[in-house]
């Protein structure tokens, strides 16, 4: 191919892909060679483009292939580009390079209209820099709206923007470099004495102080403790509380002889302060023996450790002091009246404090004890105490009255089945012993040791027990021939 061969080529330029970046892609085209310079046919195996920012000056390019269009991406929003395309024949020779062609990318401003053929309007358009850039202003920008830029003011600096700083919040609210700078504090809660004028302190993120010490001043006391002709406490009172105030070199006696204690003295200084007593000034009271805190008692007011025995009776008990010897183990004494080393009372409480009540007791015997009721004993009814005797005590078969025929003491008196309880009535019925029914006169009664009986059977037996003495008689009379008598 004759290398003066011009390609008859018209470059076609269109946006490929929108830009939602900063880089664009353009679609070029070109037409086909098919004859060298002479009109004779020619064989194109391909095509090369190159393309670059300024006409003529080509800096960048790439082979396309035997095509007829190619994209080019990467292309940067605002930027004209220069393109020049030339063929190549099988025999890699190359064509001159075709006409130029150019191309601006384009890129979406602020004027309310789709620039970059995407569908939106004004989309990520970055408006210039706000005057104020510090604290929270930092990277404050115009915006787009409604086709144009928006003025820098409190919308565009953000919520924490303030025109003059008021916030006590560690931030730099009106974006001058200083933060919480010359604010106006609010005023302490106390404003009499030594706290006049006082005001909260700003602790940045924090916030305003709490009013104490540091924002009173020096002279505040809590509670007035200095002689000074000051009101410390800004309570609108001067030198409240105390003794009295001294002028300097004064001295004044202290502590006193009771107990551990000891007369000394005190010195007024300088500031109308008295100086600490250099006698024995009473303690706290300890289990010693002593009266510490000189108040004229012993070891009073003072509780040991809690005892071992904490349940019933023993809940709350502690160790007692023994003056000089200390702390005393805990016995009967710390237990309390109440306190029995074995249970043995019936009154509703824990005494040996084991967490059972009245347990294991063993209960005065009732007033009868013999028949059936020999053995008992009361019941203990917890607080009201033992309980009275009765049918509960004495068993199932204790009696009030005897009614019963069963060769028992029913009624605890020393006699069984009295007062005609197993005799036949004159009705012809008697009582049916243990099972308590009725018989009549010709029903057969059964005494346990006794006979079987029959009330019918009364004059048979008479006459029977006639010959049966007679019987014997003869016997005898038998007996006393054979002897001889």
């Known amino acids: 191919m004759d290398r003066k061969i011009l390609i008859f080529a018209i470059f ?5 892909v929108p830009a939602l970046s900063s880089a664009q892609t353009v679609r070029l085209g070109w037409n086909e060679v098919t004859q060298d310079t002479s009109g004779n046919p020619e064989t194109v195996i391909g095509y090369y483009l190159s393309y ?3 006409s003529g000056n080509y800096t960048s390019g790439f082979s396309t292939g035997n095509v007829l269009t190619v994209d080019v991406p990467d292309l940067q929003n605002g930027q004209t580009y220069y393109f020049v395309v030339k063929a190549i024949d099988a025999q890699h020779n190359e064509s001159a390079w075709s006409n130029e062609a150019s191309w601006t990318v384009p890129y979406e401003e602020c004027n309310g209209l789709d620039d970059d053929y995407d569908g939106t309007t004004d989309e990520d358009v970055e408006g210039q820099a706000c005057p104020l850039q510090d604290g929270v202003c930092a990277s404050a920008s115009q ?3 409604n086709g144009d830029w928006t ?3 409190a919308s565009a600096y953000g919520s924490d923007y303030e025109p003059e700083e008021s916030r006590c919040d560690g931030l730099d609210n009106d974006c001058d470099g200083s933060t919480d700078e010359d604010l106006t504090a609010p005023a302490c809660e106390l404003q009499q004495g030594v706290c006049l004028g006082s005001h909260k302190v700003c602790n940045g993120q924090s916030g305003w102080s709490d009013c104490g010490a540091d924002e009173y001043g020096a002279d505040y006391e809590a509670e007035e403790t200095t002689c ?25 006696s202290c502590s006193t002889d009771e107990g551990e204690c000891t007369v000394g003295q005190q010195v007024c200084d300088a500031q109308g302060r008295w100086s600490d007593c250099d006698g024995v000034m009473p303690v706290a009271e300890t289990c010693d023996g002593l009266d510490n805190d000189c108040d004229g008692d012993t070891d009073e007011g003072l509780s040991g450790d809690p005892c ?3 349940d019933g009776v023993c ?14 183990a805990c016995d009967a004494s710390a237990y309390g009246d109440d306190f029995e080393e074995q249970e043995s009372r019936c009154d509703g409480l824990d005494n040996d404090c084991d967490g059972a009540t009245d347990e294991d007791l063993t209960g005065p015997a009732c007033p009868l004890q013999q028949g059936v009721c020999a053995g008992s004993t009361q019941v203990c009814a917890g607080t009201s105490g033992w309980s009275e005797c009765g049918a509960a ?8 009255e005897e009614t019963r025929c069963d060769q028992l003491d029913n009624d605890c008196d020393g006699e069984t089945d009295e007062g005609g309880v197993c005799d036949v009535t004159d009705g012809g019925q008697q009582d049916g012993g243990r099972d308590g029914g009725d018989r009549t006169d010709d029903s057969t009664v059964e005494i346990v040791g006794g006979c079987s009986c029959s009330s019918s059977s009364s004059a048979g037996g008479y006459l029977l027990a006639l010959i049966f003495l007679f019987l014997l008689g003869l016997g005898r009379q038998n007996e006393a021939r054979r002897h001889g008598r």
């Open 52 to 54: 670059g920012t300024s």
């Open 308 to 310: 071992p025995l904490q």
């Open 143 to 145: 915006v787009c709206s």
């Open 12 to 16: 076609s330029i269109f946006m490929l």
């Open 315 to 328: 809940a709350g008990s502690h160790q007692m002091c023994d003056g000089s010897g200390g702390w005393r």
């Open 228 to 252: 000074d002709s000051l009101d410390n406490d800004c309570d609108g009172a001067t030198d409240e509380g105390l003794d009295s105030c001294c002028s300097e070199g004064d001295t004044n």
């Open 393 to 400: 005590s004495y068993g199932s078969d204790y009696e009030a």
């Open 151 to 153: 003025p820098c003011d």
